[in-house]
């Protein structure tokens, strides 16, 4: 006959057996304390004759050594039992309860994709050339030119001319400020889709697939908690958080795309988040076998019990 024990079992026996030793050690002590020494003592006279065993009590009734046998048999029981109680010990795993189909979606959910960095748009084309009419008098002053005597002799004061001067140039334009960095694009759909860590012992992509979405679903049922306020309200529902995989491997850029209250998609968050604190890095999404960026909707399902 199989017998097994689990912890509370194996513990609430112990303790059964230490109470029943105790329990006995009690009843001895109280049965031998409440004889009447007087009616013993008259009963069996004192004989000097009678050879007495010394550590053995004078009276056969109060003799507690006749009872050694029982307590002996009494000891290898409890002994016997303590030994096969812990050599079948069982330990359970407590297991995590996964609502059905937990990572399919009722309906189909449309994200927009962050874009990426774009170029700036060109400058505006320069303003036309504005024509000015010339006014007739200045045409008409410019028909008849001014006669200017410019003869010199010995005696006339020759200057030097003033230095021409240009026209003032403006200061060059300040360079233009560094093209921001180029951000990588975002993939909706890889040709390898990320993959939750701890299967890549696994031989094909199939079973490393299927493992994934397990390790998954556990590590997402074991962390999170039903909020109370859903809980008392009812509230059951599927929570959907997008989130971006890096090519490391990080979560980033998490938000809550769909909401049934009661604090259900705050707590969804939360244990999506909770991949980062925890070391869990998720296997990069591949693009041509290089790795990618990549968007991840996951749906969390929450229904009462």
């Given at each position: 006959?199989?017998?097994?024990?689990?912890?509370?079992?194996?513990?609430?026996?112990?303790?059964?057996?230490?109470l029943l030793t105790v329990g006995i050690i009690l009843y001895f002590k109280y049965r031998f304390s409440h004889y009447d020494w007087h009616r013993l003592k008259a009963k069996h006279a004192?004989?000097?004759?009678?050879?007495?065993?010394?550590?053995?009590?004078?009276?056969?009734?109060?003799?507690?050594?006749r009872y050694s046998s029982q307590f002996m048999r009494f000891g290898l029981l409890a002994s016997?039992?303590?030994?096969?109680?812990?050599?079948?010990?069982?330990?359970?795993?407590?297991?995590?309860?996964?609502?059905?189909?937990?990572?399919?979606?009722?309906?189909?959910?449309?994200?927009?994709?962050?874009?990426?960095?774009?170029?700036?748009?060109?400058p505006p084309p320069p303003p036309p050339p504005v024509i000015q009419e010339v006014p007739e008098e200045f045409i008409e002053d410019l028909d008849q030119p001014e006669f200017v005597d410019?003869?010199?002799?010995?005696?006339?004061?020759?200057?030097?001319?003033?230095?021409?001067?240009?026209?003032?140039?403006?200061?060059?334009?300040?360079?233009?400020?560094?093209?921001?960095p180029k951000e990588e694009e975002i993939f909706v759909i890889a040709e390898d889709m990320p993959r939750f860590p701890g299967c890549?012992?696994?031989?094909?992509?199939?079973?490393?697939?299927?493992?994934?979405?397990?390790?998954?679903?556990?590590?997402?049922?074991?962390?999170?908690?039903?909020?109370?306020i859903a809980r008392e309200n009812g509230v059951e529902g599927t929570v959907v958080i997008s989130f971006v995989v890096e090519k490391d491997g990080v979560v980033r850029d998490t938000k809550i795309v769909r909401e049934i209250g009661g604090g259900c998609g705050e707590e969804a968050l939360r244990v999506v988040e909770?991949?980062?604190?925890?070391?869990?890095?998720?296997i990069p999404g591949k693009q041509r076998g290089k790795p990618v960026r990549v968007m991840f909707n996951l749906p969390v399902k929450f229904k009462l019990k």
């Open positions: 006959m199989n017998f097994s024990f689990d912890g509370n079992t194996t513990l609430v026996l112990l303790g059964g057996i230490v004192l004989d000097q004759g009678r050879k007495l065993l010394v550590g053995r009590s004078k009276f056969p009734e109060v003799d507690v050594f016997l039992f303590v030994i096969l109680a812990a050599l079948n010990w069982t330990t359970y795993e407590e297991e995590t309860a996964i609502p059905e189909n937990a990572l399919v979606m009722d309906e189909d959910i449309t994200l927009e994709v962050p874009r990426s960095s774009e170029p700036p748009p060109p410019n003869s010199i002799d010995r005696n006339t004061e020759v200057h030097a001319p003033a230095p021409v001067q240009g026209p003032k140039t403006a200061p060059p334009p300040p360079p233009p400020p560094p093209p921001p890549e012992h696994l031989g094909t992509k199939a079973e490393k697939e299927a493992c994934a979405r397990d390790n998954l679903l556990k590590f997402i049922y074991e962390n999170i908690e039903y909020p109370p909770l991949m980062n604190t925890s070391g869990k890095r998720w």
